[in-house]
């Protein structure tokens, strides 16, 4: 930290009120912080003692870095606001935590002459005391502009984490590749333990915590030749045999465990470990699972929606 700044907080959400108590513990002053929910309220007093609570062009208007929270189909709109009610003003460093938006969602507050932060953390946050120490040695993903560079650089220093610049035409891109693997997988572990509990496991997470811990630690160091199980061997039988039970058990896991299981069939396709002719037996089986479903029974529930 080159010297204390003067932190203004629009939406102490999970991830807003846990940057701010950590930017709070590197020497910052948290000014004041802006929170409509009672979460909100209750997270702010939680996590940033003694902050004030204030209206959002109060807070903006208090800080020399301004740090938007918001969801991402709010943002545009708060700094449209707050640039058009004199709230932002030149020299003032803009920061948002958005994934998905780059630079041009901040548009009309460099407009005004705001400095433009795009800083964006790759965690999952709770929203408590326990997320601060996860921050250590966490990627944020930053797209700055050649002046900005090196205080965007600072503050992620601050935080405890790493900076990984994503130029602006990439922002979607890069957000697309945390939510497919962080929600995603969120979404097929609770359906692998719906599956086991089902099977009679008292503990599907400890049963499953070994294999998944050592399965996404190989597929992190080795990517596709970490793949194991029926696929990579070709077990036309077990696949069948898998498919005849999820959709008799839990048939709205049947569409998500054959699109994983035609996505990986095409991954180790490609790199040789199964030849065409057993895959396009596989393709079949896959195929023919979801053909099968007896009419009237609802496979598109929202856990297929979410992937």
């Known amino acids: 930290m080159t010297q204390p700044l003067r932190v203004g907080v629009i939406g102490a959400g999970r991830v807003g009120a846990v940057l701010a108590a950590a930017l709070r513990a590197a020497g910052h002053e948290i000014v004041a912080v802006a929170g409509e929910s009672d979460a909100s309220r209750h997270r702010a007093a939680d996590l ?58 901040l548009t009309p507050a460099i407009a005004v002459g705001a400095r433009a932060i795009a800083m964006h953390p790759a965690m999952t946050f709770t929203g408590t005391d326990l997320d601060l120490p996860r921050l250590r040695g966490c990627v ?55 599956l ?29 030749s970490a793949l194991t199980g029926p696929i990579v061997r070709g077990d036309v039988g077990t696949i069948r045999g898998h498919l005849a039970e999820i959709a008799a058990t839990a048939p709205h ?11 990986t069939l095409d991954r180790v396709v490609t790199d040789g470990r199964v030849l065409p002719i057993r895959a396009n037996r596989i393709r079949q089986v896959l195929d023919d699972a979801l053909a099968d479903v007896p009419a009237g029974l609802d496979v598109s529930a929202s856990d297929h929606e979410r992937l």
Do not use: C
């Open 48 to 105: 940033l003692p003694g902050v004030p609570l204030d209206k959002p062009t109060a807070v903006a208007k208090a800080s020399d870095v301004l740090l938007l929270t918001v969801p991402d189909d709010m943002l545009d709109n708060v700094a449209t606001t707050l640039s058009a009610a004199g709230a932002i003003r030149p020299g003032q460093v803009v920061v948002h935590t958005s994934g998905r938006h780059g630079l041009a969602v």
């Open 140 to 194: 944020f993903g930053v797209t700055a502009g050649p002046g900005e560079r090196a205080l965007a650089e600072t503050l992620v220093a601050d935080l405890g984490g790493l900076p990984m610049f994503v130029p602006e035409d990439k922002r979607t891109l890069y957000h697309a590749g945390l939510a497919h693997g962080a929600n995603h997988l969120v979404t097929l572990v609770t359906q692998a333990m719906e």
């Open 196 to 224: 086991l509990g089902a099977a009679g496991a008292d503990d599907p997470a400890a049963t499953l915590r070994p294999l998944l811990s050592a399965a996404l630690d190989n597929a992190l160091a080795h990517g596709d």
């Open 253 to 263: 896991t049947l569409p998500s465990y054959v699109a994983m299981a035609r996505a």
